[in-house]
Nanobody, 124 residues
Framework: QVQLVESGGGLVQAGGSLRLSCTGS????????MGWFRQVEGKEREFVAK????????YYTDSAKDRFTISRDRAKNMVYLQMTTVKPEDTAVYYC?????????????????WGQGIQVTVSS
């Protein structure tokens, strides 16, 4: 059974930093692309960042560019999202996801596996 488990969420003050982690199990994640999405209650899940299978290429939504960094440790089946200069509008449930497809993938249905999500709350 494929599992993705997020950790590292919580409450942070605006302007602060937070690092989310995601651990994968149940399959070989070595050649899967990994992404982060977020969702605010009542709104659609939106793309935040993606990293290709080999870590060579990353993609970000405009709101995350220059503030968030996605990285991965293939040996540990882990992916990270380093969030800096966070804003109240970053408050959401953050989801880790994995995809068998390559390239610039920002749509929910492009991803094959999902974590359960973790809350990030940014106070003003």
């Amino acid at each position: 059974q494929v599992q993705l488990v997020e950790s590292g969420g919580g409450l942070v003050q605006a302007g602060g930093s937070l690092r989310l982690s995601c651990t994968g199990s149940g399959t070989d994640f070595t050649y899967l692309g990994m992404g982060w999405f977020r969702q605010v209650e009542g709104k659609e899940r939106e793309f935040v960042a993606k990293i290709d299978w080999n870590g060579a290429t990353t993609y970000y939504t405009d709101s995350a560019k220059d503030r968030f960094t996605i990285s991965r440790d293939r040996a540990k089946n882990m992916v990270y999202l380093q969030m800096t200069t966070v804003k109240p509008e970053d408050t959401a449930v953050y989801y880790c996801a994995a995809t068998k497809s390559r390239g610039w993938l920002w749509r929910v249905f492009d991803y094959d596996y999902w974590g359960q999500g973790i809350q990030v709350t940014v106070s003003s």
